[in-house]
């Protein structure tokens, strides 16, 4: 059974934690089943780019972003080369490590 490890995010988890996960479940999914309240504005529906993610480590293991999520990427706060969407990215056979950024463009936040 694959893990996955959510890096230390002031806001989600201060130490940082480590999970199980099922293949074929998306990196939203995981993280919401286990606490880890990561913004979601469209209900996982990839919409937004809310649930905007970085996979540090597995990152190669993770199907290929299809252009819906490449086009909600580009809206995202901090893109890097290795930058999801959680709610698509699903996942595999293989351990992740995952980085939340600190911030988000969630303009239907009310808290």
Known sequence: MPKITF?????????GVTVEAESGES???V????????DHACEMSCACSTCHCVVRKGFDSLEPSDEQEDDMLDKAWGVEPQSRLSCQARVADEDLVIDVPRYTLNHAKEH
């Open 31 to 38: 993280a919401l089943r286990n606490d880890i309240e990561i």
């Open 27 to 29: 990196i939203l999914e």
């Open 7 to 15: 890096l230390p995010n002031p806001d989600l988890c201060p130490e």
